[in-house]
Nanobody
């Protein structure tokens, strides 16, 4: 059974930081390009940051320089560091696992709320 379990969300202050983690089980972690997506209320789900098949990283334009994605293959985890938070970062954040070879093989976490407010 595949599980992607997110943790670390909650309330963040404007200008502050949060750290999201996603623990994967039931997959061969190295076979997957991992990423983070988010969905704000009333909007479509969008890519925030992700690893490519070759291990490079892609970031959505508004988070470049503020968010950092990293992965620990020994621990089967992927992390998203969120810095310089703004109200526009308020959303449900989803962990995503996409198979490097079979790109249609995709798994999602249940999502975790991030709210940025003073």
């Amino acid at each position: 059974q595949v599980q992607l379990v997110e943790s670390g969300g909650g309330l963040g202050q404007p200008g502050g930081s949060l750290r999201l983690s996603c623990a994967a089980s039931g997959i061969i972690f190295n076979d997957y390009a991992m990423g983070w997506y988010r969905q704000a209320l009333g909007k479509q789900r969008e890519l925030v940051a992700a690893f490519t098949n070759s291990g490079n990283t892609n970031y959505e334009g508004s988070v470049k320089g503020r968010f950092t994605i990293s992965r620990d293959d020994a621990k089967n985890t992927v992390t998203l560091q969120l810095n310089s938070l703004g109200p526009e970062d308020t959303a449900v954040y989803y962990c995503n696992a996409r198979h490097r070879l079979f790109g249609t093989l995709i798994y999602w976490g249940q999502g975790i709320q991030v709210t940025v407010s003073s």
